[in-house]
Structures are given as structure tokens and as C-alpha cells.
């Protein structure tokens, strides 16, 4: 049973390189987002997607772009990275229900980005 | 907006302690409100939910009760365990796409 899988794990970046954090899921959700978890900040949205090809962006989605050509992908791209995108990202995705996402989320174990 | 207020952590207790952490919302309309927890190097899992005003989650012997008329949606357990030790995030979800979450609070439980 994968769940929600990310990769990589880790990863460290200099100022101004691009890179793609991946998440696939394998049941079936048609509901897909990405988080970033900052310490005392809790746990903002980015980006989210109802479905395939359709994409909207979050409470934070300056400097990062996302698609979704599938139902299990939901690649989240860091097009020039700064110092400010340090941080744990998740990856999540949900049922829906008539259109609507449940709330129950499922998560990937995280990847943990440093930008220096 | 929509928002939700957890009480500061962190919280250390003694195993079999009480515990209540406190979650406050703001929120228009009728929002579904969820405890999610977090236990090391891992990532958020689904603890609880409700869905209405008066409505109770439960599980793993937590509990919390949506309450309207004070805005908030406590998580209570009665007697903790070191395998309790974990970050625990509020988060409130409504009508549309989002599911906004607490601040989180640290749980630590000393045998």
C-alpha cells in the first residue's frame, strides 16, 4: 500500500537553481496539493488540483508551478530557488466527493529543501 | 478569513495525564473541522473530524467536540501515553478546495 510517495527526501539547492519535488498516488484521488511546513507557521497551501488538468494556486504560490497531465502525478516545480523556500513540503491528496474534497487528507512522509 | 488558533506549545505532561489542547476558528458558514497529528520524520495523518455544531470525533481515545457558540474544537484525552508524544495540527476545511491549519503544538509525555 504506497499511499502518497514524494521523492526526494532531501534536498539542498543554491540560489537561483530550479528543480522538481515529485508526488504520485495510487488511490485513485482526484483532489491533489502541496503544503510547505515552516516552523510556528503551521502548514500553508501552495498549490492544489481538483483533477487532471486543473490546477489553482494557494495561500503561498509565488515562485512555484504545478501540473497535473494525470491522476497520480502532481510534480511541484521550484522555477529559480531563494533562501526564503527552505522548508518541509507535503504533498496531500483526498477524495472528493461531488466535486468537493472531504478534508481527510492523506500526506507523503515530506521532502526537506535548503536553498543556500 | 478563515483561520484557526491553537494554544502554544510546548506541552509537556506525565504519562496517564489529562491532557486538552485548545483550538479556537474563524470561519463563515458551517466549516468541517479535523485534528490532524504528526509523529516523527512523518508526515500529517487524519485524527479525528466533525463535520457539524455538536458533533464529537473520537479515536485512539481522543476526543473533541464542535462547538458553535464558542468557536472551538478542543482535542481532550484522558489519560496520555509516551506513544502520544507528537505534533498535533487544528485545521478547519469549508465549501471550497482548502483545508487551513493551526500553528500546530508539540506533545511531549514523560514516562
Known amino acids: 500500500n504506497a499511499g502518497v510517495t514524494q521523492t526526494p527526501k532531501f534536498q539542498v539547492l543554491k540560489t537561483g537553481q530550479s528543480m522538481t519535488l515529485q508526488c504520485a498516488q495510487d488511490?485513485?484521488?482526484?483532489?491533489m496539493s502541496w503544503y510547505r511546513q515552516d516552523p510556528g507557521m503551521g502548514l500553508r497551501l501552495i498549490h492544489y488540483?481538483?483533477?487532471?488538468?486543473?490546477?489553482d494556486q494557494g495561500e503561498v504560490p509565488n515562485g512555484y508551478n504545478v501540473s497535473r497531465s494525470t491522476t497520480e502525478d502532481f510534480p511541484l516545480r521550484l522555477l529559480s530557488a531563494a533562501p526564503s523556500q527552505t522548508s518541509v513540503y507535503f504533498c496531500?491528496?483526498?477524495?472528493?466527493?461531488?466535486?468537493?474534497?472531504?478534508?481527510?487528507?492523506?500526506f507523503g512522509e515530506g521532502s526537506r529543501l535548503t536553498v543556500l | 478569513g478563515n483561520s484557526v488558533t491553537q494554544m502554544e506549545g510546548p506541552v509537556t505532561l506525565s504519562e496517564e495525564a489529562f491532557l486538552t489542547i485548545n483550538c479556537t476558528y474563524t470561519?463563515?458558514?458551517?466549516?468541517?473541522l479535523f485534528w490532524y497529528v504528526q509523529y516523527p520524520g512523518e508526515g500529517l495523518q487524519l485524527l479525528l473530524k466533525?463535520?457539524?455544531?455538536?458533533d464529537k470525533g473520537s479515536n485512539k481515545g481522543f476526543e473533541a467536540t464542535y462547538r458553535k457558540e464558542t468557536t472551538s474544537f478542543h482535542l481532550e484525552k484522558g489519560s496520555v501515553q509516551v506513544s502520544d508524544s507528537a505534533v498535533y495540527f487544528c485545521?478547519?476545511?469549508?465549501?471550497?478546495?482548502?483545508?487551513?491549519f493551526g500553528q500546530g503544538t508539540r506533545l511531549t509525555i514523560n514516562p
Open positions: 488540483s481538483v483533477g487532471a488538468g486543473i490546477t
Open positions: 470561519a463563515t458558514g458551517y466549516p468541517s
Open positions: 496531500a491528496s483526498s477524495y472528493s466527493t461531488w466535486g468537493r474534497n472531504t478534508g481527510e487528507l492523506f
Open positions: 485545521a478547519l476545511s469549508w465549501g471550497a478546495q482548502k483545508l487551513v
Open positions: 466533525a463535520t457539524k455544531a455538536d
Open positions: 488511490m485513485n484521488h482526484e483532489y
